[in-house]
């Protein structure tokens, strides 16, 4: 029995770089090593505390299940940054109304401060990241990833 030579058979695949998984996660790893290294600097917040926050003031009150959600992160994660962030004093707790068992999160006045900051670093990051992107080039692409997104989050049959 003949064995298939594996060069050959790899050969049939994209090369692993060329492939659009492996340059999205590239360009995920590039683009956060630079942001990592700015939020302490201009915010004062880990990158994942400051995306907390953004989340926070972009769509308050939100419960930290809904945090967790628009973060991307796993619940015990975004409990923990609100958590540090009521701590910090940037965002107040307070009870869901109609079921005192709920939290809802909403920034304080020094954390309104703080997450304008972090927007301006948000939006100036995106300048950086897609500024070699025409504004053509940038509406197809946001069109694009809202597909992808939309497609990648219906149920699987």
């Not at 897609?130 to 694009?144: H, K, N, T």
Request: glycine share 8%.
């Amino acid at each position: 029995m003949k064995q298939d030579n594996p060069t050959k058979a790899a050969r049939k695949h994209a090369p692993l770089e060329r492939t659009l998984t492996y340059r999205m996660h590239l360009l995920h790893k590039l683009s956060d090593l630079e942001s990592q290294r700015q939020y302490p600097l201009e915010v004062g917040l880990s990158l994942s505390d400051g995306r907390c926050l953004a989340a926070v003031g972009s769509f308050e009150p939100i419960s930290v299940n809904r945090l967790a959600q628009l973060a991307n992160l796993n619940k015990a994660q975004a409990s923990r940054a609100a958590q540090f962030l009521v701590e910090e004093g940037l965002v107040a707790k307070g009870n869901t109304e109609g079921d005192g068992r709920g939290v809802q999160l909403k920034l304080t006045a020094r954390g309104r401060k703080v997450w304008q900051k972090t927007m301006d670093l948000i939006e100036r990051r995106n300048e950086e990241i897609f500024g070699c992107l025409s504004a053509q080039e940038m509406r197809v692409l946001g069109a694009l990833f809202d597909r992808l997104i939309q497609h990648n989050s219906a149920p699987q049959a």
